[in-house]
């Protein structure tokens, strides 16, 4: 079966001198069980790791790492290769088999693994310069918004209180007031240094949620 790659390698901006190699990254098992994209698609998401943990790095130098590690995981997800691969229209470039050869709609768990396949065969036949110039071009838009990305004050302080004291927070519902359709939760926090410092919430959760961020900003 033969394919037109032009529009895709316009879309990526890299030239195949191997389409072989193009073929193959986008070629489903079910296709052929032999020359198909699964060893690619192995290799493809390791590229796609480093390239994303490197930027991360260089973007945010100053960040924690677990913040990080929840940029990274929104990053190099399912969802989010799905979405570049619809980006530029990969689903019409894979292979899968068709007994009936009719048009059917491809899964989108192998849509978004074709995307780190072709990665992978950016990666075998222009190296990690090349490839990482796509992936910072295609994964763009989702770096400037993963900034969004955030740890809340109850994972900030339990990160803090292990750090310098080996031990959790300490949280102790005060009173929980109010009509069941309105609730009012009072909840106390403390660390192994500090007094309880008490807050209020809709929910426990919420409450739990200000009592850290009180805690957080007595001790910053």
Not at 25 to 49: P, Y
Not at 56 to 84: H, M, Q, W
Not at 209 to 219: E, H, T
Request: positive net charge; charged residues 30%.
């Amino acid at each position: 079966m033969k394919i037109n790659y032009q529009t895709l390698e316009k879309r990526i901006n890299v030239k195949f001198k191997n389409i072989e190699s193009l073929t193959q990254s986008l070629t489903h098992k079910s296709f052929d069980a032999n020359k198909n994209n699964e060893k690619i698609e192995f290799l493809g998401d390791r590229v796609l790791g480093l390239v994303i943990a490197k930027k991360l790095l260089e973007t945010y130098p100053e960040e924690r790492e677990g913040v990080l590690d929840k940029k990274f995981a929104s990053l190099v997800n399912k969802k989010t290769c799905l979405e570049i691969a619809k980006n530029i229209n990969l689903e019409k470039y894979i292979l899968t088999f068709n007994s009936n050869n009719k048009k059917v709609k491809i899964e989108d768990k192998i849509i978004s693994d074709r995307c780190e396949a072709l990665l992978g065969a950016i990666y075998l036949e222009k190296g990690i310069s090349i490839v990482e110039k796509v992936i910072l071009d295609l994964w763009k838009n989702h770096i400037k918004k993963s900034v969004i990305t955030q740890v809340d004050a109850k994972t900030k302080l339990q990160e803090l209180t292990l750090k310098n004291f080996k031990k959790l927070p300490i949280y102790k519902l005060i009173s929980n007031t109010g009509p069941r359709h309105k609730p009012l939760f009072k909840v106390g926090v403390k660390l192994p240094i500090t007094k309880y410092f008490i807050a209020s919430g809709k929910s426990k959760k919420d409450a739990e949620q200000n009592a850290a961020i009180d805690c957080l900003k007595s001790i910053k």
